[in-house]
Nanobody, 128 residues
Framework: QVQLAESGGGLMQAGASLRLSCAAS????????MGWFRQGAGNEREFVAA????????DYGDSVKGRFTISRDNTEDTVYLQMNRLKRDDTAVYYC?????????????????????WGQGTQVTVSS
């Protein structure tokens, strides 16, 4: 059973930077598409970013483009989300997601129901 463990959340000032990590375990094949979703209070869960198994392809939600960067280290079975120029609207629980090979089509990245595995989430709070 694949398990995803997020870490790195916290309370930050607007304009600051923060890096989230997601460590994967329980799998023998690292060729998973990985990503992040988030859910703010009273909001639906929304797509943040995703990355192909080899790191060659990435995509971002419109609200984070140009500020957030997703990356991965397959030797460490970890995916990262570097968040820069944080805004109050970034306040949310951030969830790590994974989908096993064969690869998840890019058009499916944006919909939460297409992801097989979810972490428990880590809270990010941005104050002004």
């Amino acid at each position: 059973q694949v398990q995803l463990a997020e870490s790195g959340g916290g309370l930050m000032q607007a304009g600051a930077s923060l890096r989230l990590s997601c460590a994967a375990s329980g799998r023998s094949d690292s060729r998973y598409t990985m990503g992040w979703f988030r859910q703010g209070a009273g909001n639906e869960r929304e797509f943040v970013a995703a990355i192909t198994w080899n790191g060659a392809g990435t995509d971002y939600g419109d609200s984070v483009k140009g500020r957030f960067t997703i990356s991965r280290d397959n030797t460490e079975d970890t995916v990262y989300l570097q968040m820069n120029r944080l805004k109050r609207d970034d306040t949310a629980v951030y969830y790590c997601v994974a989908d096993p090979p064969p690869y998840l089509k890019r058009s499916h990245w944006y919909h939460l129901e297409n992801w097989d595995y979810w972490g428990q989430g880590t809270q990010v709070t941005v104050s002004s």
